[in-house]
């Protein structure tokens, strides 16, 4: 059996390997590499500097556990944004399979940084059953959804919320998610109701969120890990999307090189030639 | 009747939530829309419910009757019942109850099920890894293209192929931005909303007419 064949058979756990040392090493052995902003992450920052400060947002936490490398930076660092501008920040979730605890957790340990009050300056509605009605009914009502927080206590009795009624109180939301909720966060709430929002997602599902971008429906885009680190740089607080830049950087060449090597196997080993003599 | 009553619900609920967009909210329509968004929302957390009782009748059947694999339905059952008790019992009593820092569904959820489903979304990189390498081959044009944009799109959203890219004659991460995200991608993608969302118009007005009868388990 030639080289090429033999490459061309490889066996997988070779290269399962492989990218376990390239996702370990660069945790090991920092990088400081050089992060381009590109324009749709510019846009983001731009439209939250461009929130009145202490005005009142939503930030919304739409994704799984299962994407927390990819958004929680996103969600952390919008945090850290409307923080520093005094804003007052509600959050909430649409996915019950852990949404309420992400922002839970999240929003408590970025509102400690900046001294924030709980029930003052942020709130944690939690979630509700049906995306859709939750979206559409908030635009009469915020309380009638949800009557209490994600805590159990009743919104009238934090102070933040006795300011707020439904969409014309609030002056801007950040959506973070990893799935098809942003999509009716558009059609709803920004085509019916006109509140300016933004979007962060996973790299998988950014593409098609290019669409509302250039109608203007969402005012930025952030792309996974690296629009979260692209955001993290442009608020001057690099964190675990910035860390994370040199393991996704190994292994996207990693698999480029596989990509490389599996066709050479492929053409130079013999099974190209063949399939093509058919 | 039993069909009669459901495309008779399903009719006048579709056609308020339908008409409510044209209507002021602070009169008596716009208080009927909320009023069925609000029965929305309580109907669906019952379906919730069902979901629960769901799978834990279709795991203990294959428990009782020793099916195969029965020991991993168990683990199903546990895992829901120690997720999902603590949670809905009052904090009041205890502070191991509820969803706050410091409850059982707190320390769980934390601790295993986040990892957990993490740890799954993370194999991926590995399958896609080992997929690309045996899968990813330049055996026609079209797939050669694919091939070479995927490339430089994976190059593009990295720093160190950025840097890359930026060594290479012309601007191509401008390019791949300009043309590709938002040229060619966004021209696809644009075509798959607007087709989805007339075809879930569509299906949203076969239910509302009763013309679509599956979601009642009828042909």
């Given at each position: 059996m030639g080289f090429w064949q033999k490459l061309e058979q490889m066996d997988r756990r070779w290269i399962y390997l492989m990218v376990a040392i390239a996702v370990i090493v660069p945790f090991i052995v920092p990088a400081d590499l050089p992060i381009s902003i590109t324009p749709e992450a510019q846009m983001v920052f731009d439209a939250v500097e461009a929130v009145p400060d202490g005005s009142t947002v939503f930030v919304v936490f739409d994704y799984y556990p299962s994407t927390i490398a990819e958004c929680e930076p996103m969600a952390r660092t919008a945090l850290r944004h409307f923080f520093r501008k005094n804003c007052k920040v509600i959050t909430l979730s649409n996915i019950p399979l852990g949404g309420p605890s992400m922002a839970e957790a999240v929003s408590r340990s970025v509102?400690?940084?900046?001294?924030?009050?709980?029930?003052?300056?942020?709130?944690?509605?939690?979630?509700k059953y049906g995306y859709v009605a939750v979206m559409t009914g908030m635009g009469t009502s915020i309380e009638s959804i949800f009557p209490t927080d994600n805590s159990g206590t009743p919104l009238s009795e934090l102070p933040?919320?006795?300011?707020?009624?439904?969409?014309?109180?609030?002056?801007?939301?950040?959506?973070?998610?990893?799935?098809?909720?942003?999509?009716?966060?558009?059609?709803?709430?920004?085509?019916?109701?006109?509140?300016?929002?933004?979007?962060?997602?996973?790299?998988?599902?950014?593409p098609?969120?290019?669409?509302?971008?250039a109608a203007r429906q969402?005012?930025?885009?952030?792309?996974?890990?690296?629009?979260?680190?692209?955001?993290?740089?442009?608020?001057?607080?690099?964190?675990?999307?910035?860390?994370?830049?040199?393991?996704?950087?190994?292994?996207?060449?990693?698999?480029?090189?596989?990509?490389?090597?599996?066709?050479?196997?492929?053409?130079?080993?013999?099974?190209?030639?063949r399939e093509k003599l058919g | 009747m039993r069909t009669t009553i459901p495309i008779i619900v399903a009719f006048l609920s579709g056609l308020v939530l339908a008409l409510a967009p044209f209507f002021r909210e602070d009169n008596w329509f716009g208080g009927l829309k909320q009023e069925l968004t609000e029965w929305l929302i309580i109907v669906g957390?019952?379906?919730?419910?069902?979901?629960?009782?769901?799978?834990?009748?279709?795991?203990?059947?294959?428990?009782?009757?020793?099916?195969?694999?029965?020991?991993?339905?168990?683990?199903?059952?546990?895992?829901?019942?120690?997720?999902?008790?603590p949670s809905v019992l009052s904090p009041e009593w205890s502070t191991?109850?509820?969803?706050?820092?410091g409850s059982i569904y707190d320390w769980l959820f934390v601790n295993l099920q986040s990892p957990m489903m993490a740890t799954m979304f993370a194999t991926l990189a590995f399958y896609i890894a080992s997929a690309a390498y045996r899968a990813f081959r330049a055996r026609s044009v079209e797939a050669t293209i694919l091939l070479i944009t995927a490339t430089l799109v994976m190059l593009w959203r990295v720093p160190m192929g950025e840097w890359i890219l930026e060594r290479l004659p012309g601007d191509i991460p401008y390019l791949l931005n300009t043309y590709i995200m938002g040229g060619a991608n966004m021209a696809v993608q644009r075509g798959i909303i607007i087709g989805a969302a007339l075809g879930a118009a569509s299906m949203s007005l076969r239910i509302i007419l009763g013309i679509e009868r599956t979601y009642m388990g009828k042909g």
């Amino acid at each position: 059996m030639g080289f090429w064949q033999k490459l061309e058979q490889m066996d997988r756990r070779w290269i399962y390997l492989m990218v376990a040392i390239a996702v370990i090493v660069p945790f090991i052995v920092p990088a400081d590499l050089p992060i381009s902003i590109t324009p749709e992450a510019q846009m983001v920052f731009d439209a939250v500097e461009a929130v009145p400060d202490g005005s009142t947002v939503f930030v919304v936490f739409d994704y799984y556990p299962s994407t927390i490398a990819e958004c929680e930076p996103m969600a952390r660092t919008a945090l850290r944004h409307f923080f520093r501008k005094n804003c007052k920040v509600i959050t909430l979730s649409n996915i019950p399979l852990g949404g309420p605890s992400m922002a839970e957790a999240v929003s408590r340990s970025v509102a400690e940084e900046f001294g924030k009050e709980y029930g003052v300056d942020f709130v944690n509605l939690g979630y509700k059953y049906g995306y859709v009605a939750v979206m559409t009914g908030m635009g009469t009502s915020i309380e009638s959804i949800f009557p209490t927080d994600n805590s159990g206590t009743p919104l009238s009795e934090l102070p933040l919320m006795s300011k707020v009624t439904n969409y014309k109180d609030i002056s801007f939301i950040f959506e973070v998610a990893d799935n098809s909720t942003a999509d009716y966060w558009v059609s709803i709430v920004n085509a019916q109701y006109g509140v300016p929002m933004v979007c962060g997602t996973t790299a998988v599902g950014a593409p098609k969120y290019y669409a509302f971008v250039a109608a203007r429906q969402f005012l930025g885009l952030l792309g996974g890990m690296k629009g979260a680190a692209e955001y993290e740089i442009l608020i001057g607080h690099k964190d675990d999307a910035v860390k994370g830049m040199g393991a996704q950087s190994l292994v996207h060449l990693l698999i480029i090189a596989l990509v490389i090597l599996g066709n050479l196997g492929y053409f130079l080993g013999g099974t190209g030639r063949r399939e093509k003599l058919g | 009747m039993r069909t009669t009553i459901p495309i008779i619900v399903a009719f006048l609920s579709g056609l308020v939530l339908a008409l409510a967009p044209f209507f002021r909210e602070d009169n008596w329509f716009g208080g009927l829309k909320q009023e069925l968004t609000e029965w929305l929302i309580i109907v669906g957390g019952f379906t919730l419910l069902l979901g629960v009782v769901s799978i834990t009748r279709v795991n203990w059947t294959a428990v009782t009757r020793r099916k195969e694999g029965w020991g991993y339905k168990v683990l199903t059952l546990v895992a829901v019942f120690a997720m999902a008790i603590p949670s809905v019992l009052s904090p009041e009593w205890s502070t191991l109850f509820g969803r706050a820092d410091g409850s059982i569904y707190d320390w769980l959820f934390v601790n295993l099920q986040s990892p957990m489903m993490a740890t799954m979304f993370a194999t991926l990189a590995f399958y896609i890894a080992s997929a690309a390498y045996r899968a990813f081959r330049a055996r026609s044009v079209e797939a050669t293209i694919l091939l070479i944009t995927a490339t430089l799109v994976m190059l593009w959203r990295v720093p160190m192929g950025e840097w890359i890219l930026e060594r290479l004659p012309g601007d191509i991460p401008y390019l791949l931005n300009t043309y590709i995200m938002g040229g060619a991608n966004m021209a696809v993608q644009r075509g798959i909303i607007i087709g989805a969302a007339l075809g879930a118009a569509s299906m949203s007005l076969r239910i509302i007419l009763g013309i679509e009868r599956t979601y009642m388990g009828k042909g």
